[in-house]
T-cell receptor, first 113, second 113 residues
Framework: AQSVTQLGSHVSVSEGALVLLRCNYS??????LFWYVQYPNQGLQLLLK??????LVKGINGFEAEFKKSETSFHLTKPSAHMSDAAEYFC???????????FGTGTRLQVFP | DTAVSQTPKYLVTQMGNDKSIKCEQN?????MYWYKQDSKKFLKIMFS???????INETVPNRFSPKSPDKAHLNLHINSLELGDSAVYFC????????????FGQGTRLTVV
């Protein structure tokens, strides 16, 4: 069965610092991976997705993620954090049998001035 | 022009009551989902429908009954509400296919007292 693991339930950075949110996947076949962001009291919004076209994926709001098969990772990065990036971030994998999204446990990003 | 809309946004009700949450999408997608997000932000799929047909039922108590009158609508009816049903319920939709992302509604925060 496919799954994703997000390391670190909370990450705190200073404004302007690098953001790194970790996601590792478990899949016997090439996975389709997604990063979503959830702002307080809102639904989930897609940041970016990996569907095997390119290993470095650029998303919205300056975020990007790199698919590394050797490390079974799909970490999310942003060079310079902004206060408005404070939110909950979810990594997800698409289940090949049912197309459903299987989510990680989420990482809360806090940004300090 | 909300893509996936849910009503109501907040729902407070007493134990034992029956309630419904409505969802509509105007994206022309053929697959719709209900996800439950618990107090620890963990997201889990409950149901998915494809063209009005139930595809996934993830061992949800049969007090929960989804209904899809057409492919743009997926409602969730909950009988005999329990305290443990308190959560945020998200509706989502997508095109069929493992590479496609899901679009989420704003969520319905259900509180059972």
């Amino acid at each position: 069965a496919q799954s994703v693991t997000q390391l670190g339930s909370h990450v705190s950075v200073s404004e302007g610092a690098l953001v790194l949110l970790r996601c590792n996947y478990s899949s016997s076949v090439p996975p389709y991976l997604f990063w979503y962001v959830q702002y307080p009291n809102q639904g989930l919004q897609l940041l970016l997705k990996y569907t095997s076209a390119a290993t470095l994926v650029k998303g919205i709001n300056g975020f990007e993620a790199e698919f590394k098969k050797s490390e079974t990772s799909f970490h999310l990065t942003k060079p310079s954090a902004h206060m408005s990036d404070a939110a909950e971030y979810f990594c997800a994998v698409s289940d090949l049998g049912t197309d459903k999204l299987i989510f990680g446990t989420g990482t809360r990003l806090q940004v300090f001035p | 022009d909300t893509a996936v809309s849910q009503t109501p946004k907040y729902l407070v009700t007493q134990m034992g009551n029956d309630k419904s949450i409505k969802c509509e999408q105007n994206l022309g997608h053929d697959t719709m989902y209900w996800y439950k997000q618990d107090s620890k932000k963990f997201l889990k799929i409950m149901f998915s429908y494809n063209n009005k047909e139930l595809i996934i039922n993830e061992t949800v108590p049969n007090r929960f009954s989804p209904k899809s009158p057409d492919k743009a609508h997926l409602n969730l009816h909950i009988n005999s509400l329990e305290l443990g049903d308190s959560a945020v319920y998200f509706c989502a939709s997508s095109q069929t296919g493992v590479r496609t992302e899901a679009f989420f509604g704003q969520g319905t925060r259900l509180t059972v007292v």
